[in-house]
Each structure stands twice: as structure tokens, then as C-alpha cells.
């Protein structure tokens, strides 16, 4: 069965310092991996996905299949980073992890 | 552009009264998903629609239902209705099912009194 899991409910750091949200899969395919956003009162939002590689608002994510780990990271946090991030394992749903919320603080 | 549309935004019904949730997909998306989100839960899969057929089905009480329309637009019918179903209910769209990024609509916050 797929599974994801975000150990850290609560990651608070201050602005400037690295951030590292992370997040561990279990799949018996090939996997895709999604990191969601939530902003306060918004909607879910595709923040990235492994198979683009790409960096968005600083934000990036190496997909580790020795390790089954998708971690998000960004060097210098930000204000505006303050939001709810899922990772979602996609199949013909999304498997999200119980989430992690990133408070950046002053 | 054209996103995803939830209506009502919210809906406050009593105990054993009945809801009903819209949700309209993204022009050309053919597959609708519903999630719940319970007050600091992660969002659970309910249910999903591919071409107006059900496509895969999560943890959805048997007092829940849904069905994809012709029009591609999906309701989710709720009856006898409990305290516990309050929750944010989100439907997303993707133009397919599998590997594509599901794109997520406002929600429609439930409160049941």
C-alpha cells in the first residue's frame, strides 16, 4: 500500500535560517512524488513535483529512492514561506502526508 | 484562468439533515476528486470520477454519495448527517487520472449542528 509520512508536525525557524521539511514514501512503483502548499485560507496548491526538477520560490526537492524520501528544502526562509506543506504520493488519488506546518518567525 | 469552483462556500446544517456539495472541474478536466479535511486533519480521499464513472473510492461513508455529470461537474450528496462530518471538503480536477497534478478548488467549509 502507498504510504507518506511527514514526521515533524511543527517546524519553526527564523527567517534567513535553511529550511528542511521532510517527508518519507512507500510505494512499490516507480514513484511521483507532489509537495502541496496551504496558505492560511487558501487553497491546496501544487508547490512542485520531482519528475520537473525545477526550483519554485526558492524551494526544491530531491527524490532519494535508496533513502524513500522527498525532501523539501530552501536555503533562506522566508516571511511569506509561513503555510501548511503536504507531501502527496499521486496514483489515481493523492496519498497526502499528515502535513507539516512551517511558521517563520522574525 | 479558469480554476476550480466549489459552491456554496459554506453550509451549516443540523443533525440528520441532508447537504449537497458541487464542484466544477477546469474546462477540459475529465477526472474530479473529493477530499475531507477534518479541523487539523490532513485532507482524506473520498471518492473520484474519470469520463462520469467512479473511478476509485477512499474512506466515503456509506450516507455519502456522488456522481460526475455529463457536463463533467461533480456533486457530493450527504445525508443523515453528524456532528463529525464537519469539515472542509475540497474537490480537485486533472485533465486524466494517474500521475497528473490534481488542481484543487476553495472548498466548501461544512458545519453540522
Known amino acids: 500500500a502507498q504510504r507518506v509520512t511527514q514526521p515533524e508536525k511543527l517546524l519553526s525557524v527564523f527567517k534567513g535560517a535553511p529550511v528542511e521539511l521532510k517527508c518519507n514514501y512507500s510505494?512499490?512503483?516507480?514513484?511521483?512524488l507532489f509537495w502541496y502548499v496551504q496558505y492560511s485560507r487558501q487553497r491546496l496548491q501544487l508547490l512542485l513535483r520531482?519528475?520537473s526538477r525545477e526550483s519554485i520560490k526558492g524551494f526544491t526537492a530531491d527524490l532519494n529512492k535508496g533513502e524513500t524520501s522527498f525532501h523539501l528544502k530552501k536555503p533562506f526562509a522566508q516571511e511569506e514561506d509561513s503555510a501548511m506543506y503536504y507531501c502527496?504520493?499521486?496514483?489515481?488519488?493523492?496519498?497526502f502526508g499528515t502535513g507539516t506546518r512551517l511558521q517563520v518567525t522574525l | 484562468a479558469a480554476g476550480v469552483i466549489q459552491s456554496p462556500r459554506h453550509l451549516i446544517k443540523e443533525k440528520r439533515e441532508t447537504a449537497t456539495l458541487k464542484c466544477y472541474p477546469i474546462p477540459r478536466h475529465d477526472t474530479v476528486y473529493w477530499y475531507q479535511q477534518g479541523p487539523g486533519q490532513d485532507p482524506q480521499f473520498l471518492i473520484s470520477?474519470?469520463?462520469?464513472?467512479?473511478?476509485d473510492k477512499g474512506s466515503i461513508p456509506d450516507r455519502f454519495s456522488a456522481q460526475q455529470f455529463s457536463d463533467y461537474h461533480s456533486e457530493l450528496n450527504m445525508s443523515s448527517l453528524e456532528l463529525g462530518d464537519s469539515a472542509l471538503y475540497f474537490c480537485?480536477?486533472?485533465?486524466?487520472?494517474?500521475?497528473?497534478?490534481?488542481?484543487f478548488g476553495p472548498g466548501t467549509r461544512l458545519t453540522v449542528t
Open positions: 502527496a504520493l499521486p496514483a489515481s488519488k493523492l496519498t
Open positions: 520531482h519528475i
Open positions: 480537485a480536477s486533472s485533465p486524466g487520472t494517474g500521475f497528473y497534478e490534481q488542481y
Open positions: 510505494y512499490s512503483g516507480s514513484p511521483e
Open positions: 470520477f474519470y469520463e462520469k464513472m467512479q473511478s
